[in-house]
C-alpha cells in the first residue's frame, strides 16, 4: 500500500467520526410522474425488463385489433374469429428504455394471463396463456431485431394465470394456473412432469377461485414459499412436500386473483448470519364475496390491510397493518433501496372485466425497517387510473415504468368508465430529486460484471461528491421481474452490505461487498446492482452471477 493510500484512509475516517445522522427522504408530495409515451399501441398487461434495457409487453391475441401494426405488413390469420379473421396488429412491444423508443413483436399465440421469468441465460421464457397459446413456451432473447420463438406442446398441462419462479438449479417451475392444482418445471427432467399441489385444490373457492397467480417465492432454505387465496405453505417442490403449513392470515380474506392483492418477499439482508430471515408482505386484495358483488353492479370496497410474516420463524405468526387506503389490484415493486412501492389499482371492486371502482391514484411508499404504524408514505398521484391488467417494472436507473390498463375485453376509448391505456409513464422516487445529488452514489467501475461467483468478495467504485456515512452504503442486488396481474414473479432484493469503504481520492470511493453464499438465496442469473448510499441508490449495472 502507497503512504498516499493510507493517508487517504485515515483522513476518510476521521471525516466518519463525525457524521450527522441520516437526512430523511420526506416531503410533503413524494416523488414525480413523467409521461414517457401517450401510446405505445399495445396495453401492457405483462412486462419484463432485460438485460439490455428493453421492456418486453404484451396483452392477448383475441382483444380484436391493437393500435400498432405489426412489422413489414406482416399479419395472423385468426379463423376461430369471424369479427377479425385476419389480424394485422401486434400485441408485444418492445420498449427501449435508453431511447424511449419501442417496435412491434410478434407473438403467434394467444399470451394472455401467462406469466415467465428471466432464465440464467437472460432469455426471457414465457409461458402459458389462453385458447391455442395455453400450452406454449416461447422464449424472447434480448437483442434489438430478436423477436419471439415459440415451442408448441412445451408445456405439460395447460397453464393459465400461473405463477412461474426461478429455481437454485436454474430451471424454472411453474405453479398452478386455472383448474391446474399441480406444478411443472421448464426444462422437463422427467416425461410427465406434472406434480400434483392439493394446496391448491383446497385454496380454489368455488365458483371464484381466488387461488390464480399464487405468490411465489424461494425462501432461503431453498423451498418455495406458495401463498394462495388467504394463506401458505412451504414448499419442498423436489421431494413433492408440504413441510409448513402457515396460518391464515386474521380475518381470513382473499388475496389471489380475482380478490388481487400483492406480495413480495422483503429485501433479504444480514447475509453473513448463522441463520438468514425471511419475510413476506401481502397487501390488499379484496374481501370475501367481492367478485360475485361487483358481477352484480355492487363494488365492495377493497382492503385496507397487509400482512407481514417472518416465513423462516419457527412459530410464524401474520402481523397485520393498515394502509392509508384501500386497495385492490396493486402492484408491489421491490426499490433498489429496500423500501417497497404500492401502486396502481383501485379503491373498490374486483379484478375482472369491467368489475373494478375508484381507481387509486397515489402510490404509497412502504418503509420495512420503520417502527409498525409508520411504515406508510403516500406519494404524488398520477393522473392515468391503473386498473385491471396494468403493470410496473424498477428499471436500471432507478425509476419505476408503469403501463397497461384495460379492464375491457377488446380496446375501447369512447363509451367505458376506464378507457384501454395505451400510455407508459415513469414514476421517480423521491430518491431521484436533485436535492439528493450529494449523497448519491455513481458507479464508476465496472460498468457491468459477467461470470460473478457466489461467496466471493468483489468491490465497485463509486463517486460520491458529499459526506460520506460507512455504515449507511450498502451493495444491493435485484432480480428483474416478471409482472402481470398485480404480481411481479421473481422479484427480489438482495443487501450484501458492505464490507468496508475506502477513500480512493477525489470523491472516489472503493466498496468492498461479498456475493451471496447461496443459490437459494441467489439463483445465477442476471441482476441489477446499485450501491445505496443513505437511501440513496446509485443508477444499476448489470451483473451475471453464475
Ligand atoms: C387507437 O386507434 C383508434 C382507432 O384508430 C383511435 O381512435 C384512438 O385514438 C387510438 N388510441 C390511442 C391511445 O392511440
Ligand atoms: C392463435 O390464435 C390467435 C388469436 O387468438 C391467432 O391470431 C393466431 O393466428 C393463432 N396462432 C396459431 C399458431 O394458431
Ligand atoms: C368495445 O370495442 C368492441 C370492439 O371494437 C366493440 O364491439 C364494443 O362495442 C366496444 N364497447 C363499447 C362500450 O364501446
Ligand atoms: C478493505 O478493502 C480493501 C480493498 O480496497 C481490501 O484489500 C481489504 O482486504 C479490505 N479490508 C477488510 C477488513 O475487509
Ligand atoms: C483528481 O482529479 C484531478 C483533476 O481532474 C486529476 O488531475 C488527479 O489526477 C485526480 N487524482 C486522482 C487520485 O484520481
Known amino acids: 500500500m502507497s503512504p498516499t493510500f493510507i493517508f487517504s484512509i485515515l483522513v476518510f475516517q476521521l471525516l466518519f467520526a463525525s457524521q450527522p445522522c441520516h437526512r430523511i427522504l420526506t416531503s410533503a408530495a413524494d416523488g414525480r410522474w413523467q409521461l414517457l409515451q401517450k401510446s405505445i399501441g399495445v396495453s401492457a398487461m405483462h412486462m419484463q425488463l432485460l438485460r439490455n434495457d428493453?421492456?418486453?409487453?404484451?396483452?392477448r391475441t383475441d382483444f380484436g385489433k391493437s393500435n400498432l401494426s405489426l412489422p413489414n405488413g406482416k399479419c395472423l390469420s385468426n379463423p376461430t374469429n369471424t369479427a377479425l379473421p385476419v389480424d394485422c396488429t401486434a400485441h408485444s412491444v418492445e420498449y427501449n428504455v435508453l431511447t424511449n423508443e419501442f417496435r412491434a413483436l410478434t407473438v403467434q399465440t394467444d399470451v394472455w394471463c401467462s406469466s415467465g421469468a428471466i432464465m440464467p441465460d437472460g432469455n426471457l421464457v414465457q409461458t402459458g396463456g389462453f385458447n391455442n397459446g395455453t400450452r406454449r413456451v416461447r422464449v424472447f432473447s434480448p437483442c434489438s431485431t430478436c423477436d419471439w420463438q415459440e415451442i408448441p406442446n412445451g408445456l405439460a398441462a395447460k397453464r393459465?394465470?400461473?405463477?412461474n419462479h426461478i429455481l437454485p438449479d436454474g430451471r424454472q417451475i411453474i405453479v398452478g394456473g386455472r383448474r391446474q392444482f399441480n406444478y411443472e418445471f421448464i426444462p422437463k427432467t422427467v416425461a410427465a412432469n406434472t406434480f400434483n399441489l392439493p394446496f391448491l385444490s383446497e385454496t380454489n373457492d368455488r365458483g371464484v377461485?381466488?387461488?390464480l397467480y399464487p405468490f411465489v417465492f424461494l425462501n432461503v432454505d431453498g423451498n418455495l414459499f406458495i401463498f394462495a387465496n388467504n394463506r401458505a405453505i412451504l414448499l419442498?417442490?423436489?421431494?413433492?412436500?408440504?413441510?409448513?403449513?402457515y396460518p391464515t392470515?386474521?380475518?381470513g380474506d382473499p388475496r389471489s386473483y380475482p380478490s388481487t392483492g400483492s406480495a413480495v418477499l422483503l429485501p433479504l439482508k444480514n447475509l453473513k448470519a448463522p441463520a438468514i430471515q425471511a419475510e413476506v408482505l401481502v397487501c390488499g386484495g379484496a374481501p370475501k364475496g367481492s367478485y360475485l358483488q361487483a358481477l352484480k353492479g355492487n363494488f365492495i370496497g377493497a382492503l385496507n390491510t397487509c400482512a407481514r410474516m417472518t416465513i423462516t420463524d419457527p412459530n410464524p405468526q401474520w402481523v397485520m397493518e393498515t394502509m392509508p387506503m384501500a386497495r385492490v389490484m396493486s402492484d408491489m415493486i421491490l426499490l433498489p433501496n429496500g423500501k417497497v412501492l404500492i401502486i396502481n389499482g383501485a379503491g373498490s371492486g374486483s379484478a375482472g372485466w369491467e368489475l373494478g371502482r375508484d381507481p387509486v391514484l397515489s402510490p404509497v411508499m412502504y418503509l420495512p425497517d420503520h417502527e409498525i404504524g409508520s411504515r406508510f408514505e403516500t406519494q404524488t398521484p398520477t393522473t392515468i387510473p391503473r386498473m385491471y391488467h396494468s403493470a410496473v417494472v424498477l428499471l436500471r436507473d432507478g425509476r419505476v415504468l408503469v403501463g397497461g390498463s384495460?379492464?375491457?375485453?377488446?380496446y375501447n376509448f369512447t363509451g367505458v368508465l376506464f378507457p384501454t391505456e395505451l400510455s407508459l409513464e415513469a414514476f421517480s422516487p423521491v430518491y431521484m430529486d436533485a436535492e439528493f445529488n450529494d449523497l448519491?452514489?455513481?458507479?464508476?467501475?465496472p460498468k457491468s460484471m459477467s461470470g460473478i461467483q457466489i461467496r466471493k468478495k468483489l468491490s465497485v467504485q463509486v463517486v460520491i461528491t458529499g459526506k460520506v456515512d460507512p455504515n449507511l452504503v450498502s451493495v444491493t442486488m435485484v432480480a428483474p421481474s416478471f409482472t402481470t396481474h398485480s404480481f411481479s414473479m421473481n422479484q427480489r432484493v438482495l443487501d450484501l452490505g458492505n464490507n468496508n469503504?475506502?477513500?480512493l481520492g477525489n470523491s472516489t470511493y472503493n466498496i468492498e461487498y461479498t456475493t451471496p453464499r447461496s443459490y437459494n438465496l441467489a439463483p445465477a442469473g442476471f441482476y441489477l446492482l446499485f450501491v445505496v448510499h443513505q437511501d440513496i441508490p446509485s443508477q444499476g449495472i448489470w451483473v451475471k452471477l453464475r
Open 501 to 503: 469503504v475506502t477513500a
Open 406 to 410: 384495460n379492464p375491457h375485453a377488446f
Open 160 to 163: 393459465w394465470y400461473a405463477t
Open 54 to 59: 428493453r421492456v418486453v409487453m404484451f396483452d
Open 440 to 445: 448519491r452514489p455513481t458507479i464508476v467501475a
Open 249 to 251: 392470515i386474521p380475518g
Open 209 to 211: 377461485e381466488n387461488n
Open 236 to 245: 419442498d417442490y423436489v421431494n413433492n412436500k408440504v413441510v409448513k403449513t
